[in-house]
């Protein structure tokens, strides 16, 4: 009888993690070069982190031109007006999972979205609660902006706690994106900014799932290092088992970005990939 080995610890934190968006600054690549290399992660030893591929809505059809069939996971980032973009993605023989948008007006039209795709909506988490209320059955969620071109876009460590915290309290779960590359918090000299990294959020939302500690969430946002290993996650003092991290992956979905070269490097450069 073959034996089953229950995930490790890393396996359970960057399962799927993380949603590639190699058309998106600032790596900015076309979307045959996004495909190329999304395949090229695909075939890699370390896929099993790898998330859906998320492609503008109004590429769509290319993207299905160029995959000719070939079944892959897909997240739609809208960039059209809504009807058409829900209208683009009902035609497309494409896996969607996913859909990311800013604008709340498809709230009046979600009979036009398949039910078994997820809703991420960039906007104050009470907001997304109001609209996941009148949407009962379907997955509607926070999407996190973590940073971006400006100092500006780099949320404090208190006001990201602030907005995790929020989004617990609504029930709801949360995808991040922007500034992420880097597993922990670090200085970036270039902006001038504290950027956040994704095991940060990894632990502040185990810390929020244990027991809704915002202060505690503030503090694993705030570190600058932890210890992924087979068995938990070690982030100063305190210590989370791959069940409670397994319990926060409910509640942190996945992040976007640019790069899975960058990350899984770090990753193992620290000794987190197990």
């Known amino acids: 009888m073959a034996v089953v080995r229950a995930a490790t610890a890393s396996q359970v934190a960057l399962g799927h993690l993380i949603d590639y968006a190699g058309m998106y600054p600032p790596e900015s690549l076309s979307l045959a070069e996004a495909l190329s290399t999304y395949q090229r992660h695909q075939r890699?030893?370390?896929?099993?982190?790898?998330?859906?591929?998320?492609?503008?809505?109004?590429?769509?059809?290319?993207?299905?031109?160029?995959?000719?069939?070939?079944?892959?996971?897909?997240?739609?980032?809208?960039?059209?007006?809504?009807?058409?973009?829900?209208?683009?993605?009902?035609?497309?023989?494409?896996?969607?999972?996913?859909?990311?948008?800013?604008?709340?007006?498809?709230?009046?039209?979600?009979?036009?979205?398949?039910?078994?795709?997820?809703?991420?909506?960039e906007t104050d988490p009470k907001?997304?609660?109001?609209?996941?209320?009148?949407?009962?059955?379907?997955?509607?969620?926070?999407?996190?902006?973590?940073?971006?071109?400006?100092?500006?876009?780099?949320?404090?460590?208190?006001?990201?706690?602030?907005?995790?915290?929020?989004?617990?309290?609504?029930?709801?779960?949360?995808?991040?994106?922007?500034?992420?590359?880097?597993?922990?918090?670090?200085?970036?000299?270039?902006?001038?900014?504290?950027?956040?990294?994704?095991?940060?959020?990894a632990a502040a939302a185990a810390a929020l799932v244990l027991n809704g500690d915002r202060d505690a969430a503030t503090e694993m946002i705030e570190a600058t290092d932890g210890r992924l290993g087979r068995s938990g996650l070690r982030v100063g003092s305190r210590e989370f088992t791959a069940s409670d991290l397994r319990s926060a992956r409910i509640f942190f979905r996945s992040y976007g970005s640019c790069s899975f070269d960058e990350p899984v490097e770090d990753l193992l450069s620290i000794g987190s990939l197990w």
């Not at 309290?169 to 270039?190: I, S």
Request: charged share 20%; with cysteine.
């Open 127 to 201: 907001r997304v609660l109001d609209i996941a209320v009148e949407s009962p059955g379907r997955m509607i969620g926070v999407k996190l902006r973590c940073g971006g071109p400006n100092p500006a876009d780099f949320p404090s460590s208190e006001n990201l706690s602030e907005v995790m915290h929020t989004t617990f309290a609504c029930g709801l779960a949360f995808k991040a994106t922007a500034g992420l590359h880097h597993p922990w918090r670090h200085f970036w000299p270039e902006l001038g900014v504290w950027r956040h990294g994704f095991m940060n959020l």
């Open 44 to 121: 890699g030893a370390h896929r099993w982190m790898l998330g859906v591929l998320l492609c503008p809505s109004s590429q769509l059809h290319d993207l299905e031109w160029m995959l000719g069939g070939k079944p892959t996971p897909v997240g739609v980032v809208v960039d059209q007006p809504i009807v058409e973009a829900l209208e683009a993605m009902a035609i497309s023989g494409l896996r969607i999972r996913q859909v990311e948008t800013r604008d709340l007006a498809i709230a009046d039209h979600l009979a036009l979205m398949a039910r078994n795709q997820d809703l991420w909506l």
